[in-house]
């Protein structure tokens, strides 16, 4: 079975400090991986997916499938960063997303 | 270009009662998937309509059942309502070849269920 595991449900980092939310996943082919993001009071929307390899908002992820983990990283956190992330799973098929519990980051100014 | 919309904003049941709660998908999008969120869990996939037909479905019961109209917009109806069932149901629209979504879920903003 697919599964998605995000081990912290809340992260708080200092303005300016890098930023690192973790995510680790099982799935027994080649999955498709993406972060996704809720700010306050908003819908869920993409943060970034691993087959674009682009930089969204000074995010980046690296697909390790060694480590079977998708992390999300940012060199110097900013207060607009706080939000819900919520790291998902594709298999391509029609299976949907499979989700883990989600990061609460919050940036202290 | 409209977004994903949904209906309606919150909604509150009887334990036994039935729901129908519905999506309008993003223009141009021709599939929808449903979701359930419990309080402090990620969405959980319930299915997924591609052409009015269901061709993805998650680990939830027969009850939870769906339709998709030639608009592409959609409804996911519960029946035997379970204080369970109280959560964000999300719904997600997006792009698909045969049913196999390979494009980004654009979501709507939720609806809250309440089950007394």
Redesign the interface.
Known sequence: AQRVTQPEKLLSVFKGAPVELKCNYSYSGSPELFWYVQYSRQRLQLLLRHISRESIKGFTADLNKGETSFHLKKPFAQEEDSAMYYCALSGGGADGLTFGKGTHLIIQP | ETG?TQSPTHLIKTRGQQVTLRCSSQSGHNTV?W?QQAL?????????Y?REEE??R?NFPPRFSGLQFPNYSSELNVNALELDDSALY?CASSSSRG????N???????TRLTVL
């Open positions: 994903v998937s979701y402090g869990q990620g969405p959980q996939f319930i299915f997924q591609y061709n993805g998650g999300l049913g196999r979504s390979y980004e879920q654009f979501f709507g903003p939720g």
